[in-house]
């Protein structure tokens, strides 16, 4: 029991609170009994979130690409006709580094990439297997850093490209009968046609070029005769043993 004394308006109050259960508290003032139903205020419950930095984005750093060695192997066998580059030569995609002789045909061994000559392991002679060093090339290398934000322009507007004309297929080779059939010695595709029907060559010489396993094949001639049929145009595409032309 609790008691408490209480002064209102000059007035002397003794109050005693004998129970309290839930909010009903029994309670006595000056000697007379009352149920007293208490009111409670109700504390909300806050919860505080710590405040989030929003996270900090590192710039993404410079690399670089340092040069690096590309290896040209002997894509067939065969034997070294001439050298035509030297160390410390600049090349480009698509020059000659050399030319080698392989199933009697000159196959010129072309530079994929740009770059300088960093070592020749060949010379005029020697004879070469598949996948032997033929030349070091050293490519450049190339430096990119990270660039600064800049407003993204405008996209280009789209511009059809004319449609091309519609290419005539090639005629079918006249057929002929007897001579010596030149053959294509591997799958490729005619690059140029170098004699025409009615020729006469000689052995050795080339009758047309061919490209295949990104090298250029000259086709050539294996006896002195004439060109009686020529049965491929440039710009196609011939399976190993498909008919080249016809020599008397």
Request: aromatic share 2%; no cysteine; net charge neutral.
């Amino acid at each position: 029991m609790k008691k408490f004394k209480f002064i209102i308006d000059g007035s002397k109050y003794e109050v005693s609170v004998n129970e309290i259960e839930n909010n009903v508290a029994e309670v006595e003032v000056n000697g007379t009994p009352f149920t007293v139903e208490i009111e409670r205020e109700q504390k909300s419950t806050v919860t505080t979130r710590p405040s989030v930095k929003p996270a900090t984005v590192a710039p993404a750093a410079s690399h670089s690409t340092a040069a690096s060695t590309m290896v040209v192997k002997s894509p067939l066998p065969g034997s070294i006709m001439k050298v035509l580059v030297a160390v410390g030569d600049n090349v480009k995609r698509g020059d000659v580094l050399l030319t080698m002789e392989s199933m009697k045909m000159e196959n010129n061994i072309l530079a994929e990439v740009d770059g300088v000559i960093k070592a020749v392991a060949v010379e005029p002679g020697k004879n070469v297997l598949q996948d032997d060093k033929l030349v070091e090339l050293e490519t450049k290398g190339s430096s990119h850093s990270a660039p600064t934000e800049k407003p993204t322009p405008a996209p280009a507007p789209k511009v059809e490209a004319p449609k091309p004309a519609p290419v005539a297929a090639p005629s079918a080779p006249k057929p002929v009968v007897g001579g010596f059939k030149v053959k294509s010695p591997l799958p490729g595709s005619v690059l140029k046609v170098v004699v025409a029907e009615g020729q006469a060559v000689k052995r050795g010489d080339v009758l047309l070029t061919l490209e295949s396993m990104k090298m250029e094949n000259n086709i050539l001639a294996e006896k002195d005769g004439v060109v009686k049929s020529i049965a491929v145009t440039a710009g196609q595409s011939v399976m190993q043993d498909d008919l080249l032309l016809i020599m008397d």
